[in-house]
């Protein structure tokens, strides 16, 4: 079993940066597929931001391409959003899950294991 918990959200002006924080426990997750995702009020959850379960491939939803990376620290069990140039649209609670065996990053349904999530705002 995998424990993910967020953190680093928060309410921030457009233009500014967040750094979103996943730490993983109960199983390393080194070679998990990790991954972020959003859920804005009213809409569906979408994809951000992703690692292939080697750590070797990134994927990036193209509304955050070039503004957002995604990074992990495996001696910290940790994985990393960190968001710059942030616009009112990226207000969603962002969530951070781990998959085992993931054919498709983007897809949340791959994944197994959910935090509970971290509220980002970002006013105008």
């Known amino acids: 079993q995998v424990h993910l918990v967020e953190s680093g959200g928060g309410l921030v002006q457009a233009g500014g940066s967040l750094r979103l924080s996943c730490a993983a426990s109960?199983?390393?997750?080194?070679?998990?597929?990790m991954g972020w995702f959003r859920q804005a009020p009213g809409k569906e959850r979408e994809f951000v931001a992703a690692?292939?379960?080697?750590?070797?491939?990134?994927f990036y939803a193209d509304s955050v391409k070039g503004r957002f990376t995604i990074s992990r620290e495996n001696a910290k069990n940790t994985v990393y959003l960190q968001m710059n140039s942030l616009t009112p649209e990226d207000t969603a609670v962002y969530y951070c899950?781990?998959?085992?065996?993931?054919?498709?990053?983007?897809?949340?349904?791959?994944?197994?294991?959910w935090g509970q999530g971290t509220q980002v705002t970002v006013s105008s």
């Open positions: 690692f292939n379960w080697s750590g070797a491939n990134k």
């Open positions: 109960g199983r390393t997750v080194s070679y998990y597929a």
């Open positions: 899950a781990a998959g085992k065996r993931v054919g498709a990053e983007t897809d949340d349904n791959e994944y197994d294991y």
